[in-house]
């Protein structure tokens, strides 16, 4: 089983449609979550870290799910330009500085 | 002003050469990372270096040689290139959170490396 693990897609959605990804991680000791997004030909840049709270940060939401050890990400009101790969980033705990990706979502959001 | 950059941004070479791959940011992190981003799109991660130390060395071929020469840069050296070697090669680096919690990695562009 991996360590982190997303559904690859690819989810086709209609402009202005929420779409909603998930991500589970296997080690319980993990500390910091985070989802990047990476567009075709491009290095990963940071789209939100997710915190125990939860956060959003207009359209997207993440959550934190320590119990089923699950991470959420939610887009309301897609947008073209949302079309991307999503990676859920994992680091295991404190003291350790290995980030652990997951193989990424791909999303295209259709005109 | 680029963060973290990356030389060169392509590289074409024949099996059997020896190349390297440059990497610097100038935000004042203290660990930098390669990692390694296959046909299949999957990012692992190679090694990693906090204040000049290695301190991630994962499974990977000793052909592969990082070296950290101060904490802004980090490069990769790769002796006796094959095939499968070819992938998209990017450079990272965070700052390690005062909490115990990791901060975000913030990327180079890449380094596509294609051996012919």
Known sequence: ???????????????????????????????????????????????????????????????????????????????????????????RAS??????????????VLA | DTAVSQTPKYLVTQMGNDKSIKCEQNLGHDTMYWYKQDSKKFLKIMFSYNNKELIINETVPNRFSPKSPDKAHLNLHINSLELGDSAVYFCASSQPGTTGLHNEQFFGPGTRLTVL
Do not use: H
């Open chain 1, 95 to 108: 003291g350790t500085y290995k980030y652990i990706f997951g193989t990424g979502t791909r999303l295209k």
């Open chain 1, 1 to 91: 089983r991996k360590e982190v693990e997303q559904d690859p897609g690819p989810f086709n959605v209609p402009e202005g449609a929420t779409v909603a990804f998930n991500c589970t991680y296997s080690n319980s000791a993990s500390q910091s979550f985070f989802w990047y997004r990476q567009d075709c030909r491009k290095e990963p840049k940071l789209l939100m870290s997710v915190y125990s709270s939860g956060n959003e940060d207009g359209r997207f939401t993440a959550q934190l799910n320590r119990a089923s050890q699950y991470i959420s990400l939610l887009i309301r009101d897609s947008k073209l330009s949302d079309s991307a790969t999503y990676l859920c980033v994992v680091n």
